[in-house]
C-alpha cells in the first residue's frame, strides 16, 4: 500500500482508537461508581484493543518511512519536533499495553473491588491515547510523508 | 484477570523503558536497507523501537500468563498502584528526555 495511504488509515484508526479508548474509560469510571456497564464493558473488551491495535500496526508499517523521508529533516532543522514524535512513540507504546489490560480485565472482572483500578487504568490510557494523536497531527502538520 | 492485566502492565512499563538504559539486545531495523539484526546497539541509524516494542510486549504477556496462575497475594488497589506508579515513571523519563533535548 502507498505510504500516504498508509498515513490517512493510520490517522483514522487512531481516531478510532482515541475515541473507543475514550468511550471504554468513561464505561470503567460509570461502573465505578455503582452503575455497572457489563454489556458495554465486555462490547470494549474486544473494541478498543482491536482499534488499538490496527492504529498501531498501521503506524509500525509507516515508522520506517518517517525515518527515512521526514526525520532527517526534523534532526537537521526542527529537533524539537523530532523528540516530540519519539514521546508521541512512546506514549503510544503505554497506552497500547493499558488500553489492552483494562479493556480485556474490565470486560470479564465483575468484581466490585477492581472496577476503581481498571477505571484508573482505562483513563490514564486514554489520556495517553489523546496526547500522542495530538502530536500525531501537530508533526504530520509540520512535515507529512 | 484484573492481577494479571496489572503485572503484564507493570512489567510491560518496566521492560519498556529498561531495554535501552541497559542496552538490552533487541531486534534493530535498518530502514534504508531493510535488515534486520539481533543487537544491543543504541546510537545506530538503526530503529530500536520496533525490539523495545516486541521484547516489552512478551514481558508484559509473560508476567501476565505467571500471575494469571498463581495465587492472588496483593490486594488490587496495591497491584494498580504499583502498575500506574511505573507508567508514571516512564512518562516522566521520555517527559524528562524530551526537556533535555531542548
Known amino acids: 500500500m502507498n505510504d500516504r495511504a498508509l498515513l490517512l488509515a493510520h490517522a483514522v484508526l487512531g481516531f478510532a482508537a482515541v475515541f473507543s479508548g475514550t468511550h471504554q474509560a468513561a464505561h470503567a469510571v460509570v461502573a465505578a461508581l455503582g452503575r455497572p456497564h457489563r454489556r458495554a464493558l465486555r462490547r470494549f473488551a474486544f473494541i478498543a484493543p482491536a482499534a488499538v491495535i490496527a492504529q498501531a500496526a498501521c503506524g509500525l508499517a509507516i515508522y520506517p518511512a518517517y525515518r527515512v523521508r521526514v526525520r532527517a529533516g526534523f534532526d537537521l532543522h526542527a529537533p524539537m519536533v523530532a523528540q516530540l514524535f519519539e514521546l508521541k512513540e512512546h506514549f503510544a507504546a503505554l497506552a497500547l499495553a493499558l488500553v489492552i489490560a483494562a479493556s480485556a480485565a474490565g470486560g470479564f472482572d465483575r468484581r466490585p473491588e477492581a472496577r476503581w483500578p481498571l477505571a484508573a487504568l482505562s483513563c490514564v490510557g486514554a489520556a495517553l491515547l489523546w496526547t500522542a494523536a495530538v502530536i500525531g497531527l501537530y508533526v504530520t502538520a509540520r512535515h507529512p510523508l | ?102
Open chain 2, 1 to 102: 484477570m484484573t492481577r494479571a492485566a496489572l503485572a503484564g502492565v507493570s512489567v510491560f512499563a518496566l521492560g519498556y523503558v529498561l531495554a535501552e538504559p541497559l542496552h538490552l539486545p533487541v531486534l534493530l531495523y535498518d530502514p534504508w536497507t531493510g535488515g534486520v539484526t539481533l543487537s544491543s546497539a543504541v546510537a545506530t541509524r538503526s530503529m530500536r523501537y520496533f525490539g523495545d516494542l516486541l521484547l516489552a510486549t512478551l514481558a508484559g504477556l509473560a508476567a501476565a500468563g505467571l500471575v494469571h496462575r498463581l495465587p492472588a497475594r496483593m490486594p488490587i488497589a496495591v497491584a494498580a498502584t504499583a502498575s500506574l506508579s511505573l507508567v508514571a515513571l516512564d512518562v516522566l523519563y521520555y517527559l524528562s528526555r524530551l526537556l533535555g533535548a531542548s
